[in-house]
Each structure stands twice: as C-alpha cells, then as structure tokens.
C-alpha cells in the first residue's frame, strides 16, 4: 500500500474530525475541512504534474477518501465528487480547458462539483432531460439537476445534458453563474447532513462551446470509462470509512463501558462475537476497496467489476456494522451519546447513491454471466 493512506488518516484526524459533529449536528457544509484541504492543495490529487498538480492515481484517491471518510463521510463524499469531476477534465478536457482549470484547482482555489441527477432519470445518470439548445446568442441550457452536493460551495459543476448535436451524451463544466440558482435549505438528509445536496435550477444559462468535456455526444464513453471507475470506487471508501469509523468506536466503547463489578462490556461473550463481525465485515470491506483500486491501478480486465463489487459489500457492510455497533452500545448508542447512530443514518446513503446498490448488483450478475450492461 502507498504511504498516502496513512499520512491523510493523520490529516483527517487533525483537520476534519474536529469539525464533524458540527457538519451533522448544524447540517453544515464542511467549510473548516475544506479550507484545510484547499490549503494543502489536496484538491490536486488527480491533477498531472504538468499543470501543477499531485498527478496521483486511482489507488491514491481510494486512499485518500477513505481515509477522510474514517473522519467524516460528508467531507469524504464531497472530496470524492471533486476529485472525479477534476479527473474527467484531465482526461477529456481540451488543452485551453486544462490550462485555465487545472492550476486553479491544484492551487486549492477551485472546487468542483456533480450534477448528473435529474429526478426524471432517477438512479440512472445517462438518461438526462436537461436541454441544450443551439439559439442565434449561442448555447442555452434549461433544466433541473435534483441533487447537487456541495451545491453553492462549487465553482463548477460536470453536468451531462443531451447533446445538441446528435445522437448522444454531452459533459459541461458549467460555472456558478447567471440562470443557475440553487433551492437552497432544501437538504434535510437523514444523513450525510452537511452535504449541502440540493436542487439546481438552469435558466438560459448562456454556455460556450469551450465548456465541453471533449467531443460532441461522447459523454456516454466518459461516464462509462472515466467517471464511473473513480464515482464508483470513490462511494466504496466513503462507507468502507464509514464501517470502519463505526468499528473502531463501538470496540473501543466496549472496552471502556465498566460495570459495577468491575467487568466491562467487552468480557461478555455475545459482545465479543458481535465485536468479531463488526470488525472482520469493516476490515474485509477495507481490503476490498484497496484491492480493487490495486486493480484499477493495475489496468486488469476485471477491474470495474472488482470495483462495482467491492461497491455494493462496502454498501452493505457500512448498513450491517453500524446496526450490529447500535445493538452493542445500547442505551447509550440509542440516546446518542456516541457517533454510531450517526454513522448509521450515513451509512443508508450507501445503497441508493446513483448507481444504487440495487442497480449495480443487476450489473455484476450481467457482467458475471458475459451480458452486456448498459
Ligand atoms: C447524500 C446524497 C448525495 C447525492 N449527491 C449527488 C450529487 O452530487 N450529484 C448527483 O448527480 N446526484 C447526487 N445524489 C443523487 C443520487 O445519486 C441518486 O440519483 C438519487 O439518490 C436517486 O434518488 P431517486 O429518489 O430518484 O431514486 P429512484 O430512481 O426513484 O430509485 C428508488 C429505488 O428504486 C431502485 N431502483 C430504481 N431503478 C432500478 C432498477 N432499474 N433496478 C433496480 N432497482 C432500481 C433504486 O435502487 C432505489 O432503491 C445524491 C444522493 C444522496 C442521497
């Protein structure tokens, strides 16, 4: 394993997890995490040397993002979002889109954002609605993406939309500018609560060719080929985190929960079995992630679906180990006087993300069975 895992879990301890109870409790967004991590440039993990970034790789933002997340999944989601949307530019931007973003965003000046979701296409990212229509003043874009996250923190968002030229996707870097508002105080998630996810509204927003992510109606091959390996891998080290954080809390609980007689709660041995899943589910969902990333990485024909799958076991394991962790820290998980309960309205965030949990498991039993998937 490279060494950024640990070096960004000691980041995270000491300029994100400070500021976590406030993100959920007051449903902020994760300014003070964000500041840190403009500061240390971290925005430009997957920028390329040459335009002044980290030129870091797959394996490094699963890294990286799970180590956040182990802090604060709502920092990890919205840095894992950035990341993705900064990696499609690198791919598929053209040189004067990577030369006016790219420094921006390895400076830690910029951050990006996804809006893929309409609430006509549901948890399926390539059906959009949103029009793009070629007008004598140029292009001109209307719709409404549903869920936005770090909406209004954004200074750009990929967006994909029909294209206007064919048969086919187009993806947009779409600045925060005139036409484009946002329903804001419309979050109110169970979790994930500083995530700022809200609508956001395009009204003949005035758009210039030079705002395309590579050529017309190629949008589906990225999303494919690029987005998805990274969004994908990206939501296993958010909820491996999740599990993780949730793991290491209820056993160290365990351990400090004294009764009169001296014993603690982890010498009973019903506990002690609930301790066993809790760890063995985190720590296989931890291998997992990492191991598809390596593959990723590695360029092995198997990867997307080591990818999808260790997506829907880290799904499931975030759901799993954060219920069991409820039941070992009783009374007191229930009346929230640990993160646990936190970690598990997080953690059902997990299965209905686009591509929900539900969706993928159809694709992986396609892929297995040699069936085209969409
Ligand atoms: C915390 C959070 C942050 C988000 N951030 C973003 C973001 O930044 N950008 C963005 O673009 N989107 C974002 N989303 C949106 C997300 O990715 C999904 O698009 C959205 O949650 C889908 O909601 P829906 O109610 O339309 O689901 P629906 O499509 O109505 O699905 C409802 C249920 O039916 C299941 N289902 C639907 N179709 C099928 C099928 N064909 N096969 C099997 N099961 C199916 C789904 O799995 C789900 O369980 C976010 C969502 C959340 C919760």
Redesign the pocket.
Known sequence: MSNIYNEMLDFAKQNIAPYTDAVDADAKYPVDSFAAIKKEKLTGLLVPKEYGGMGLNIEDHAQTVLAFASSCATTA?CYM?HNVATNCIATHGSEEMKNELLPKIANGEILL?????E?G?????YLPEIKVTRTDDGLIMNGR??????ALYADYYLLDSNSPDGEGLDNWIVPASEGVTFQESSWN?L??RG?A?MPMVLENVKISEKNRVGEATTAGEQIFNTVAPFFILGLSAVYTGVALNASNTIIDYSMNRKYSDESALCNIPTVQNHISEVYTKSTAAKHFTLAAAKSALNGDEDAMVQIISARVNASQAAVEVCTKAMKIGGGTAYAKRIIIERLLRDAF?A????P????LS?WLGKALTNQPIP
């Open positions: 989601l979002m954002a996804l809006a893929y979701s609430s296409t549901g948890t399926h990212f993406k549903s869920f936005v996250t770090s998630g979790g994930m995530n996810s965030a299965q209905i993300m686009a929900s949990t539900d969706v159809i």
